[in-house]
């Protein structure tokens, strides 16, 4: 019961802090900074190599990468 109610709580979190970043109309998806889903491969070998250099590209392998940026 008690997991339940904080994924409940964190999901609800996560809703308030997205509706806050809209309110101040800060970009919320790739679209609204102009990234097309075509970029999203290039885009996250960039930020991969930034991930190997911090020597955490086990923690986020680059496909894990790609698939979270296509969800924006």
């Known amino acids: ?7 409940l ?3 609800r ?12 109309g800060a ?3 790739l679209e609204e900074v102009h990234i097309s889903k075509k ?9 991969f190599r930034t991930i190997e250099m911090a020597r955490m590209q086990e923690l986020y392998p680059l496909e894990t990468l790609k698939e979270l940026l296509n969800r924006m």
């Open 1 to 7: 019961m008690i997991v339940l109610h904080l994924w």
């Open 9 to 11: 709580t964190s999901d």
């Open 13 to 24: 979190c996560l809703d308030a802090f997205k509706n806050w970043i809209v309110s101040i």
């Open 27 to 29: 970009p919320v998806t």
């Open 39 to 47: 970029e999203v491969d290039k885009l996250a070998a960039h930020i």
